[in-house]
């Protein structure tokens, strides 16, 4: 099962970019990366899911270098609604795809 | 689309009594469902991974005889927790999976909003 590692905080204001990388050193050749995003009491949001190099959407983007060894979320002019705890997860295929959070990042947007 | 809800959002009992928690795929049709738990200021840990027409599967450390989890169709999956303790207070999240093995989008889960459960 690929381990992943992040930072468990990180603190911004609004209208900045934050970047949040993840290390996922174990990662397996079939293996996806996803971002969910997680409010107080509330189920984990997707955001975003990759296999390399860059993907964006309208909420987000996900860059993945070749060695796919990490990944960066990119959530750009970022709000208070923003603040949240988001998960960096890499889809275990030899484990059927079952996810296995870690700790997450708390990113707290100030005004 | 693929949303997944739970009923109910919240529910406090009485220690040894049984709650049922359903968890539902609305717009699809998931042939895996996966129940997590959450305790304060912790992340998810995954229980068990729920096929439908089979048994399900626990991981390690949880018990099957307590925490029975049924799912009879594509969209429906139920966790019971039998017998509750205080110290099975906690917060359920159920996710499906929406996509066909093979398909690029098996590996895609959708979470419900969670159920706060609360053993007195």
């Known amino acids: 099962l690929a381990k992943t590692t992040q930072p468990i905080s990180m603190d911004s204001y609004e209208g900045q970019e934050v970047n949040i990388t993840c290390s996922h050193n174990n990662i397996a050749t079939n293996d996806y990366i996803t971002w969910y995003q997680q409010f107080p009491s509330q189920g984990p949001r997707f955001i975003i899911q990759g296999y390399k190099t860059k993907v964006t959407n309208e909420v987000a983007s996900l860059f993945i270098p070749a060695d796919r060894k990490s990944s960066t979320l990119s959530l750009p002019r970022v709000s208070l609604s923003d603040t949240a705890v988001y998960y960096c997860l890499v889809g275990d295929r030899a484990n059927d795809y079952k996810l296995s959070f870690g700790a997450g990042t708390t990113v707290t947007v100030r005004a | 689309g693929a949303v997944v809800s739970q009923h109910p959002s919240w529910v406090i009992c009485k220690s040894g009594t049984s709650v049922k928690i359903e968890c539902r795929s609305l717009?699809?049709?998931?042939?895996?469902m996966f129940w997590y738990r959450q305790f304060p200021k912790q992340s998810l840990m995954l229980m068990a991974t729920s096929n439908e027409g089979s048994k399900a599967t626990y991981e390690q450390g949880v018990e099957k005889d307590k925490f029975l989890i049924n799912h009879a169709s594509l969209t429906l999956s139920t966790l019971t927790v039998t017998s509750a303790h205080p110290e099975d207070s906690s917060f359920y999240i159920c996710?499906?999976?929406?996509?066909?093995?093979?398909?690029?989008?098996?590996?895609?889960?959708?979470f419900g909003p969670g159920t706060r459960l609360t053993v007195l």
């Open positions: 996710s499906a999976r929406t996509g066909l093995a093979g398909a690029s989008s098996y590996n895609e889960q959708f």
């Open positions: 717009d699809f049709q998931a042939t895996t």
